[in-house]
């Protein structure tokens, strides 16, 4: 069976991967900053870039987000922790994703079985935090996860068919990830993508709204 698949954030290492794995089961549709002048940030620009889109989807993957916006590195501490920090991760990471929903959503045909997979991270699960640090991150993929929860229950009374996910990709050997892959087992971003297309795969609507890793396991909120 052939799929049409929207990615969202074409032009990121992972987003390019999951192009790449997509394009041999379908068509594939990019949008991305670079290319598109798809902003998450700005919700015109994502009303601009969603209202040239034409057709149906079968699998969409939202691949858009940011580690750090105004530092470095991510906090390590409660006196590294900045407001404007903080805003522009919630944004990003958080806000971002929601306003692609709230645009994409009335595109979808409520007949058609379609799987959206947003990239969260396994950081912004609360119970699996015990290392601490990270804040701003840990908390706008918290806020995403509560926010994709949430945008479930809505969809499932007016698109039965769908399904929403929040996925962790893992620690995946992208420019993203670089100052932190020798903390952390790794994957190359095409292995990261396969397993991403698999693990949507496995799930229907009966799971909208749930938290999965890249190996099929559920992640606690």
């Given amino acids: 069976m052939?799929?049409?698949?929207?990615i969202i954030g074409a032009s990121g290492g992972i987003g390019q991967?999951?192009?790449?794995?997509?394009?041999k089961d379908g068509e594939v549709v990019q949008l991305s900053r670079r290319a598109d002048g798809l902003d998450v940030?700005?919700?015109?620009?994502?009303?601009?870039?969603?209202?040239?889109?034409?057709?149906?989807?079968?699998?969409?993957?939202?691949?858009?987000?940011?580690?750090?916006?105004?530092r470095d590195r991510p906090e390590k501490k409660l006196g590294d922790c900045d407001p404007a920090e903080l805003a522009a991760l919630f944004a990003i990471n958080a806000a971002g994703p929601l306003l692609v929903l709230k645009h994409l959503v009335p595109t979808l045909?409520?007949?058609?079985?379609?799987?959206?997979?947003?990239?969260?991270?396994?950081i912004g699960s609360?119970?699996?935090?015990?290392l601490g640090g990270w804040y701003a991150y840990r908390a706008s993929k918290a806020a995403l996860n509560q926010l994709i929860r949430t945008a479930a229950i809505e969809l499932r009374r007016t698109h039965a068919r769908a399904t929403l996910l929040a996925l962790h990709p893992g620690t995946v050997e992208t420019p993203f990830t670089a100052d932190f892959q020798d903390h952390h087992a790794t994957v190359d971003a095409a292995t990261a993508a396969d397993n991403l297309v698999r693990t949507l795969?496995?799930?229907?609507?009966?799971?909208?709204?749930?938290?999965w890793d890249q190996n099929g396991k559920p992640i606690a909120w």
């Fill in 2 to 6: 052939a799929f049409r698949t929207l």
């Fill in 17 to 23: 991967a999951l192009a790449e794995r997509c394009a």
């Fill in 41 to 70: 940030s700005d919700e015109a620009s994502i009303v601009r870039a969603i209202s040239r889109l034409d057709g149906a989807f079968d699998r969409v993957f939202v691949a858009t987000g940011v580690l750090t916006a105004h």
């Fill in 109 to 122: 045909a409520r007949e058609r079985a379609v799987r959206i997979g947003v990239l969260s991270a396994r």
């Fill in 126 to 130: 609360i119970g699996d935090n015990g």
């Fill in 201 to 211: 795969m496995a799930h229907g609507p009966e799971d909208s709204g749930s938290f």
